[in-house]
């Protein structure tokens, strides 16, 4: 679902999981790749357009998340 909007794919998994990921104790790779392994990954993630404003660091709040509606692309001439 997300490769096509970025190359770089955020680690996707049920909460329960967050606490065993984040443990910097483990170091098995075995292990770690088992806690990304789920049978619905993108269940209830949905993909939309947002502002520019997301890009700065500076902007920050639940506003940048809102869709927007694309317009027609802009050319050179």
Known sequence: MLVPIHSRM?????????????????????????????SEPARGLTAHAVADTVNSTSNNGPSLTHAITLGEPETLF
């Open 10 to 38: 955020p680690v996707i998994m049920p909460s329960d999981r967050w606490s065993a990921w984040l443990d910097p104790s483990r170091k098995e790779i075995d292990e770690l790749r088992g806690l990304m392994e789920f």
